[in-house]
C-alpha cells in the first residue's frame, strides 16, 4: 500500500518556467489536499478537493491551478514560476474532510525558483 | 486574526527526560485540534484528533491534552527515535485548518 505519492522530489525551475506537481493515493480517498510549508511557518493550504471533478481554492491559491479527473490524481500546475514560490509542497488525503481529516501526507516536493 | 502558535520552537532532551510541548490557540470557533509528527525530509504523519476542552488521548509515550486556550503534548521518558518536529493544527470549520509552526524535539542518547 503505497499512501500518498508525490513526483518528483526536488526540482529547480527558473523564472518563468511552468511546470506540474504530481499527486497520486491509492486509498480511494475522496478528499485530497495541496499545501506548501515555508521555513518557521505553519502549512498552509493551497487548493483541495472533495471529489473528482470537484476542486476549490484555499488560503493561497494565487499563481497555481490544479484538477481532479480522477480520484486517485491530484495534479498542482504552476504557471510562470516567480521566487516567491520557492517552498516544499505536501500533497495529502483524507477519508473524510474538516474536523474529521485524518489526512495522511505525501513525502514532499521540494522546489527551488531562481 | 486566527492563530495557532507552538512552543518552544526547539527542545532538546536526554533520553528518559520527560517534557511538554505547547501548542496555544486564538481562534473564532475551534472545531478540532491535530497533533502530527513529521520526521526530516518526510510529509507530517497523523497523531491525535481532540475535540474539547478536557480530552485527554494516548499513543505509546505521547498524551496529548486539551484546554479551552492550548494543548500540550506530553511525552514521558522519551526515547531518541522521538526526535523530530511536533505540528499543531487547529480546524474552525469547514477546510479552514491552520497549522503552528512546530516544535522540533531532540532526544538525545
Known amino acids: 500500500n503505497a499512501g500518498v505519492t508525490q513526483t518528483p522530489k526536488f526540482r529547480i525551475l527558473k523564472i518563468g518556467q511552468s511546470m506540474t506537481l504530481q499527486c497520486a493515493q491509492d486509498?480511494?480517498?475522496?478528499?485530497m489536499y495541496w499545501y506548501r510549508q515555508d521555513p518557521g511557518m505553519g502549512l498552509k493550504l493551497i487548493y483541495y478537493?472533495?471529489?473528482?471533478?470537484?476542486?476549490d481554492k484555499g488560503e493561497v491559491p494565487n499563481g497555481y491551478n490544479v484538477s481532479r479527473s480522477t480520484t486517485e490524481d491530484f495534479p498542482l500546475r504552476l504557471e510562470l514560476a516567480a521566487p516567491s514560490q520557492t517552498s516544499v509542497y505536501f500533497c495529502?488525503?483524507?477519508?473524510?474532510?474538516?474536523?474529521?481529516?485524518?489526512?495522511?501526507f505525501g513525502q514532499g516536493t521540494r522546489l527551488t525558483v531562481v | 486574526e486566527d492563530q495557532v502558535t507552538q512552543s518552544p520552537e526547539a527542545l532538546r532532551l536526554q533520553e528518559g527526560e520527560s517534557s511538554s510541548l505547547n501548542c496555544s490557540y486564538t481562534?473564532?470557533?475551534?472545531?478540532?485540534l491535530f497533533w502530527y509528527r513529521q520526521d526530516p525530509g518526510k510529509g507530517p504523519e497523523f497523531l491525535f484528533t481532540?475535540?474539547?476542552a478536557g480530552e485527554e488521548k494516548e499513543k505509546e509515550r505521547l498524551k496529548a491534552t486539551l484546554t479551552k486556550k492550548e494543548s500540550f503534548l506530553h511525552i514521558t521518558a522519551p526515547k531518541p527515535e522521538d526526535s523530530a518536529t511536533y505540528l499543531c493544527?487547529?480546524?474552525?470549520?469547514?477546510?479552514?485548518?491552520?497549522f503552528g509552526a512546530g516544535t522540533r524535539l531532540f532526544v538525545k542518547a
Open positions: 481532540l475535540y474539547s
Open positions: 486509498m480511494n480517498h475522496n478528499y
Open positions: 478537493s472533495v471529489g473528482a471533478g470537484i476542486t
Open positions: 493544527a487547529v480546524n474552525t470549520g469547514g477546510f479552514k485548518t491552520i
Open positions: 481562534v473564532s470557533g475551534l472545531r478540532g
Open positions: 495529502a488525503s483524507s477519508y473524510k474532510g474538516g474536523i474529521n481529516t485524518e489526512a495522511f
